[in-house]
């Protein structure tokens, strides 16, 4: 234990083998579920496809491969409100360059920033304006991957949004930037509402502003936000199960997903999904099975839904939304209710949930175009 809480110390991931040899072992004995023959998608993830990702995770699948790939970017661990924060720190070659702060979600890791992290660095080594420059921070979520298990209560975005103010100060940043998806979404625009002082500007994928109840906030949307107001009706009535679950009872699932691979990666797999590469669901399942951190990370939608200290005023720092194709529709009317500075909104005919991964010249070039005007 480190008698300085602030310090700072490296961190390079190194799995035991033995770690490996036992997740080998459990997926060869699987007990595979029943399902109908004519159910495809409709009750949940598809037996075939699992079937296929096992196989590929026992047969050809090399998280040697990944960890190196991981290793190649300085990482390191620190101590933050009592709890364990893991982070990639990968600072830029050009001196000027812009602090962003990056924060993924649910389900996936840091891994879900690997695709972007080399051209937001170094875009003047892949042709690029060196002005656009970043230096990245990019941690792990408390409860998810190697920043661990939480080990007390109230690790809500509000919490973790205070946490991620306190790294950038630790690290020297004077003012900076944050990007979120999914859970990051949710993150990065509370880290500038607590912190506007330093915060440049936050840029996010989905702005999740939803309806508040007050039928009059229905009356006069466009055609299109009342086609995504539709579509969110939809979604939580059909797609949302996993957000109930872990908002209300997320233990009673955990004790099955600490005991398998195969039901941790179906339960990961329900929205990574078939369009990803299998690789990069699978590495991100792996990571959450190999730190054993199923029920940690789900304990984040719990305390996001029992939080107490939920701000009612909107954001003030400027917000930009780059909003893919397959993916949740962000509702411009509800989005100016709660952040009163957008300054930014491209919506995107390609891409999905993931776009680091499946869209990321399209996202890098927003991130970029955001923040040079706040330069």
Known sequence: MDINENSINEFRIDIPQADLDDLDERLARVRWTNELPDGGGDYGVP??????????????????????????????TTTIDGQNVHFMHVRSPEPDATPLLLTHGWPTTVVEYLDVIDRLSDPRAHGGDPADAFHLVIPSVPGFGFSGHTTDKGWSRYRIAKAWTELMRRLGYEQYGAHGNDGGSLISPEVGRCDPEHVLGVHVTQIFSFPSGDPAELEGLSPEDQKNVEFLAWWLENGGAYDKLQSTAPQTLSHALADSPVGQLGWNAQLLGPNLDPDYVLTNTTIYWLTNTAASSARLYYEDFHATDKPSEPTTVPIGLANFAWDFHSIRAFAERDHKNIV???????????????????????????????R
Do not use: C, K, M
Request: proline residues 3%; aromatic residues 20%.
């Open 47 to 76: 037996l075939e496809y699992l079937q296929g990702l096992v196989r590929r995770w026992r047969e050809e699948y090399d998280w040697r491969a990944w960890e190196a790939r991981l290793n190649q970017y300085p990482q390191f």
């Open 344 to 374: 930014s909104w491209n919506v995107y005919e390609t891409g999905s949930h993931f776009a680091a991964h499946d869209a990321p010249d399209l996202l890098i070039d927003d991130i970029r175009g955001f923040f040079r005007r706040l």
